[in-house]
Structures are given as C-alpha cells and as structure tokens.
C-alpha cells in the first residue's frame, strides 16, 4: 500500500510538472500536447484506445506466461545438464546480446503480422532475465544444506525438487520482477515493426499523423499496463516461496528424515 501510495504521489508530481511547464513554455501541441489535451484523448477515444490495448495486453500477458515459463525451464536445464549449459549457455548470451529491433523483422517474416509474433517477441525479450535469475538461484544452493540432505533417504531428485528449488524460488522471483515490465515492451516492438492493432500500432500511426496527443494517450495506457503487471507479480509470485518470508513456512518436507544408522 505504500508502495503505491508513492507511485501515485510520483505520477501527480510528474503531471503537475508536466502540466505547468506546457502552460509556462506553451509548445506547439504536435510537439507536447498538455496533460489536459491527452486526458480529452483518453476519454473521447476511449473505445478505439481500449480496443488496441486489450490486443497488446493479450500479447503481453501470453509473452510474459510462454517466457517465464521457458525461462525457468531453461534455467533448471544448464544447472542439472552442465555439459548442455556449456553449449547452450553462450548462444543464449548472443541471442540476448542481439538488438530486439533486429530479431523483430524476422519473427514477423516467420511468423505473420498476426498474434504468434508478437507474444514471441514478448517472451524473448523477458526470457533470459528469468533463465539467469533462476539458473544463478539454484547454483548458489548452500553446500552444507546438500552435504546435510546427503545424510536423508532423499534420492537426487528429491533433493531437487525438496531442497535446490524451493531455495531458488526467491531468485526466480526476482527473475519475474525484473521481466514483468518487460514484457509490454516486446509486444510494443513487434506491433512497431508490423500490425494491424495494438498500442505499438497506434503510436506509429499517430507518429506518422502527427497527431502526438494520441500517441501520448497510447502511451499512457501502456505505462498503466505495465504498472499493473508489476503489481500483479508483486502481488502472486511471494505465494509461489512463502517461506521466504522470516514467518513463512519451511520448505522442507518432513519425508526428509535421516537415514536410520
């Protein structure tokens, strides 16, 4: 709650800001269009404004499931098969490295100008972040906490799935906060490069009209979708590692019993 209490105060300072400097500088509104003007957008094309956004938060949300999801896998994959890691780790680094405005283009010459492009620009853009934060969380699983389960009639997949996962969950989530904005942009990116709906389209249509009022009112509805996101995952990804908090639960079953002498 105070988190967004603060978000609030923030946005309102930057609006205020935002309102006075257009009444004091009074830029052309194809340059800057005041917070009032946009706001007249926002309301009188609302229909149009939601239409698109619900396409672009369809995309981003299947994004956001599909890359974590293949993220997390991909980080459990190099940490139980480290010879895979070895090959497959660098070309992921290089894939991660590539510009997105380049892998755009391709994925909609390979994909269509329709909806699987834009969620699979999505999931790349928020995959690694996940697949690192993940990968990084189980490899960092105390040693003496394996030495100890060692000592349990715990086989190595129980030790996995009882021990190394619940531990890595907190770095997975962070994974998940980090990727959740990210997510909005990819969808973005793919609809700039070529579609026929969405916030992405919009904002290229209105840049091409000149009409910036409409682009800023695009914009907004994205920079709420994003907000929004990030809430959702601050609100439903501490559940997935209750035990990470000081009152949670432990994460260890008590099937984990030591080894009769």
Same mark, same amino acid.
């Given at each position: 709650m105070r988190a967004l209490r603060a978000t609030l105060f923030g946005l309102l300072a930057v609006l205020l800001a935002w309102g006075l400097?257009?009444?004091?500088?009074? @830029?052309?509104?194809?340059?800057? @269009?005041?917070p009032l003007r946009v706001? *007249?957008?926002?309301?009188?094309?609302?229909?149009?404004?939601?239409?698109?956004?619900?396409?672009?938060?369809? *995309?981003?949300?299947?994004?956001?499931?599909?890359?974590s999801?293949?993220?997390?896998?991909?980080?459990?994959?190099v940490v139980l098969w480290p010879r895979l890691g070895r090959?497959?780790?660098p070309l992921?680094?290089?894939l991660q490295a590539m510009p997105v405005f380049a892998l755009a283009p391709l994925l909609v010459l390979w994909l269509g100008f329709g909806l699987a492009s834009k969620v699979m620009m999505a999931s790349l853009v928020l995959f690694f972040p996940v697949a690192s934060a993940f990968a990084d969380g189980l490899r960092r699983t105390e040693p003496e906490l394996l030495d100890a389960t060692a000592l349990t009639v715990a086989s190595h997949w129980q030790t996995l799935r009882f021990v190394r996962i619940p531990l890595a969950m907190p770095a997975l989530i962070t994974g998940l906060?980090?990727?959740? @904005?990210?997510?909005?942009?990819?969808a973005v990116i793919g609809e700039?490069?070529?579609?026929?709906?969405?916030?992405?389209?919009?904002?290229?249509?209105?840049?091409?009209?000149?009409?910036?009022?409409?682009m800023f009112a695009a914009l907004a509805i994205l920079a709420a979708m994003t907000l929004a996101l990030r809430a959702l995952v601050d609100e439903f990804a501490p559940r997935l590692a209750p035990w990470a908090a000081e009152s949670g639960p432990s994460p260890f079953p008590s099937l984990l019993r030591r080894k009769s002498s």
């Amino acid at each position: 709650m105070r988190a967004l209490r603060a978000t609030l105060f923030g946005l309102l300072a930057v609006l205020l800001a935002w309102g006075l400097f257009v009444a004091l500088a009074q @830029p052309p509104p194809y340059m800057l @269009p005041g917070p009032l003007r946009v706001a *007249e957008v926002l309301w009188t094309r609302a229909g149009f404004l939601l239409a698109n956004g619900w396409l672009t938060l369809i *995309e981003t949300v299947l994004g956001l499931l599909f890359g974590s999801l293949a993220g997390a896998l991909a980080g459990l994959g190099v940490v139980l098969w480290p010879r895979l890691g070895r090959v497959a780790w660098p070309l992921l680094l290089v894939l991660q490295a590539m510009p997105v405005f380049a892998l755009a283009p391709l994925l909609v010459l390979w994909l269509g100008f329709g909806l699987a492009s834009k969620v699979m620009m999505a999931s790349l853009v928020l995959f690694f972040p996940v697949a690192s934060a993940f990968a990084d969380g189980l490899r960092r699983t105390e040693p003496e906490l394996l030495d100890a389960t060692a000592l349990t009639v715990a086989s190595h997949w129980q030790t996995l799935r009882f021990v190394r996962i619940p531990l890595a969950m907190p770095a997975l989530i962070t994974g998940l906060r980090v990727a959740a @904005p990210l997510a909005p942009l990819g969808a973005v990116i793919g609809e700039w490069v070529g579609a026929s709906g969405g916030l992405g389209f919009v904002m290229i249509q209105a840049n091409a009209r000149m009409q910036t009022d409409l682009m800023f009112a695009a914009l907004a509805i994205l920079a709420a979708m994003t907000l929004a996101l990030r809430a959702l995952v601050d609100e439903f990804a501490p559940r997935l590692a209750p035990w990470a908090a000081e009152s949670g639960p432990s994460p260890f079953p008590s099937l984990l019993r030591r080894k009769s002498s």
